[in-house]
């Protein structure tokens, strides 16, 4: 099994190209099942989660292909995917391909939306708490489909095509909106999502849906107004900036003290995130092509953090934002309100020399003056990122073990580390 060392201290300085979202680029493939056109997706990272999802969908007998680099282009410029599923052959997302990814569970809208059945297995993914799919369920339903569990299977049907109907979610929930948005496209008369998500993937992906031909209202805001249609064509799209990967490689030159340009990232979608920055003494500006971040002074400021839907600061950079506050001077709150069990990066960063009390979903974080390097494990995606950061910071060396989580959700990252000055190195075996 892979691992990463990380010889903390280095300044990082320079430019770091960001990725296409993971989290619009998945929802983005399994979109392609609502059309037997072509549709075509640009600057889709390379990461296992994507290679995942792709066998999931050939196994519904979608073909994928990914087009050549052209001149030009480089290994960070992203895939361009071409999603052709002219003929579903097969509407069972079956257990072995589901369990290790959440998100492919929500080929389930599509599926029934499309061929009017569909046989998913319930979702694992990553640990970080019980994460139902009440909401899921309990739309497909008011849309007309009729809703078994079998032996570990949704197990859904929709004979006469799923039915337009208004869905009011009891919590925003970026999943379920995407799938009812998806399954809205192709069903019988109106469907209106109210309490939708408003992440600027869920956006991302209504606009991709509006050139396959899909009439969407409200994209970006918390009422989606969706008329079905009678099919869905071909398009080309390109997916949307990881802002979770600019707020990661923002903080992580925070944490050195360095100067970082993030190149195509996009500050409307990180208002909240450069917020917190700013009062944590941290500058990220806007300029021509992306978005510079330096410390404004030699020290961080404590701050409170409370992770909140979209607008609000993002759970999915929770964990950086503790690493960075390990070393603020004074005590920083961070309160966790998406997932409960969200903090399990708490003890690997304890094991760096961090200072941090955990209680309920709040944790509190005492800065300490040095960080030290020490052999951890990567629990999840951000969490193991988080890692990451604190040990760029961190004196001596870090071993990072169970690095398959971050090849889940960050493209290139001991590459994209390296060309700012870090030393990181990825170890085999
Ligand atoms: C997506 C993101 C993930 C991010 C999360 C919250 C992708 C691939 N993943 O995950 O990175 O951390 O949004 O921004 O885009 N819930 C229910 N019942 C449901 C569905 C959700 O109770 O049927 C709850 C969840 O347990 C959680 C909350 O709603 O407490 C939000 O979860 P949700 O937005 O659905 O997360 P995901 O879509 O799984």
Request: glycine share 10%.
């Amino acid at each position: 099994m892979d691992r990463i060392l990380i010889r903390g201290g280095n300044r990082l300085n320079g430019e770091i190209p960001i990725s296409g979202a993971k989290n619009a680029a998945l929802p983005l493939l399994i979109a392609g099942l609502l059309t037997d056109e072509v549709l075509e997706l640009s600057n889709v990272p390379r990461l296992a989660d994507v290679s995942q999802l792709n066998r999931i969908l050939r196994n519904h007998g979608a073909d994928i292909t990914k087009r050549g680099k052209r001149s030009g282009e480089t290994m960070l410029s992203g895939d361009t995917v071409r999603v052709h599923a002219e003929d579903i052959v097969d509407t069972t997302a079956p257990y072995e391909l589901v369990s290790t990814m959440r998100a492919s569970f929500w080929v389930l809208g599509p599926l029934l939306a499309r061929c009017h059945e569909a046989r998913v297995s319930l979702p694992g993914g990553c640990a970080i708490g019980t994460r139902p799919v009440d909401f899921y369920l309990e739309a497909m339903r008011e849309m007309g489909a009729e809703i078994d569990i079998e032996g570990g299977y949704v197990v859904a049907r929709a004979p006469g095509g799923l039915k337009g109907a208004r869905i009011t979610f009891p919590k925003v929930s970026v999943g379920a909106t995407h799938v009812v948005m998806m399954a809205a496209t192709l069903a019988n008369g109106e469907t209106v999502i109210e309490n939708a998500a408003r992440e600027p993937e869920v956006a991302d992906v209504a606009r991709c849906l509006v050139s396959m031909g899909a009439k969407i209202e409200g994209i970006g805001t918390s009422t989606l107004r969706i008329q079905g249609v009678d099919r869905l064509h071909g398009a080309s799209h390109r997916v949307v900036a990881d802002r979770i990967e600019a707020g990661t490689y923002a903080m992580a030159a925070a944490m050195t003290g360095g100067e970082v340009l993030l190149k195509g990232a996009e500050a409307e979608h990180l208002r909240a995130f450069i917020r917190v920055m700013d009062e944590a003494g941290v500058a990220v500006r806007e300029e021509q092509g992306g978005l510079r971040v330096r410390r404004n002074g030699d020290g961080l400021n404590p701050v409170f953090v409370e992770t909140r839907p979209h607008p609000g600061f993002p759970t999915d950079l929770q964990a950086q934002v503790m690493a960075l506050l390990t070393m603020a001077g004074g005590v920083s709150t961070i309160r966790e309100t998406i997932f409960e069990n969200r903090f399990m990066h708490v003890q690997e960063l304890v094991r760096l020399g961090a200072d941090i009390t955990l209680s309920g979903d709040t944790a509190h974080v005492r800065g300490v003056d040095r960080l030290i390097g020490a052999p951890v494990m990567a629990t999840d995606l951000r969490a193991s990122v988080s890692l990451v950061i604190a040990a760029l910071a961190a004196q001596g060396e870090t071993e990072l073990n169970r690095v398959y989580h971050l090849d889940r959700g960050f493209e290139a990252l001991e590459h994209k580390l390296s060309a700012v000055g870090a030393d990181v190195e990825r170890v085999s075996g």
